[in-house]
């Protein structure tokens, strides 16, 4: 066996001698973060969605200021700001009744954080699809007498979705992407922290951030499976166009 060769697989084995225990991990925080994220932002958006469509004028104002802020702003601008200006208005607001600082939990934080930015692109994505279900399909639902809750839980959830999917996919790798950001400010040991702080000591950049690179086309690959799947279920009974 060459010795780069030997070298590579010791420096990827598990236990003291290698980081592939640390790098495993580091994958699996950086899916914890963004699964956590991508489910706050759809909640988000569904939320504003609905808000943008059926909400009186200065409701629409107010989340057509946050979808557009946040579209135009840079993620790591806006990781920054909301990080440290969040952290000090709740410390701030402590301050007004009297109590102490707090220390905000980097997880909580980056979730949010990231779930707050993933919000602002998940409204636009389902208030587009929710435009583009037919409109017959609701006056339909009107003529039988089915209120708000039913008709959104019998007619526009499962007829948005087929046009939703596509971009609700797209967000998801965003996010994956977008959780290695944290790295600048949380100090929590996802994916690319690690992968710094093991390139930093061993001096293996190459080798390290290729090792990283490999399993975030992983994370992909296996992203874009789970969502074909899912497009092909929402599609169910619908005319192929090819």
Do not use: C
């Not at 001698?17 to 956590?36: M, N, V």
């Not at 557009?68 to 440290?84: H, K, S």
């Not at 909580?108 to 208030?127: D, M, N, P």
């Not at 609700?168 to 929590?188: E, F, H, P, R």
């Amino acid at each position: 066996m060459p010795d780069w060769l030997a070298k590579a697989l010791t420096l990827l084995s598990w236990g003291p001698a290698g980081y592939g225990d640390e790098l495993f991990h580091g994958a699996l925080r950086t899916i914890e973060i963004s699964a956590l994220a991508y489910f706050l932002g759809l909640t988000i958006g569904a939320l504003a969605a609905t808000g943008k469509l059926y909400g009186p004028n200065w409701l629409k104002k107010l989340l057509n200021g946050y979808t557009t802020l946040v579209r135009a702003v840079p993620e790591l601008v806006l990781l920054l700001l909301l990080y440290y200006a969040g952290t000090d208005m709740v410390n701030t607001l402590l301050g007004g009744f009297g109590k102490g600082p707090v220390e905000v939990n980097g997880m909580a934080a980056a979730v949010g954080v990231l779930g707050f930015v993933q919000g602002a692109y998940s409204t636009e994505v389902i208030r587009a699809a929710i435009l583009a279900i037919p409109h017959g399909q609701l006056e339909a639902a009107r003529a039988f007498g089915m209120g708000g809750p039913l008709m959104a839980r019998r007619i526009i959830m499962p007829a948005m979705l087929p046009f939703a999917m596509p971009g609700l996919a797209n967000l998801w790798l965003i996010v994956t992407k977008d959780s290695a950001l944290v790295s600048v400010v949380g100090g929590i040991a996802e994916l690319s922290l690690v992968t710094k702080q093991a390139a930093g000591v061993t001096k293996q950049y190459l080798l390290l951030y290729l090792v990283t690179a490999f399993i975030y086309l992983t994370i992909t690959l296996f992203s874009n499976r789970i969502f074909n799947w899912l497009e092909r279920m929402t599609r169910r009974g619908q005319r192929k166009l090819v």
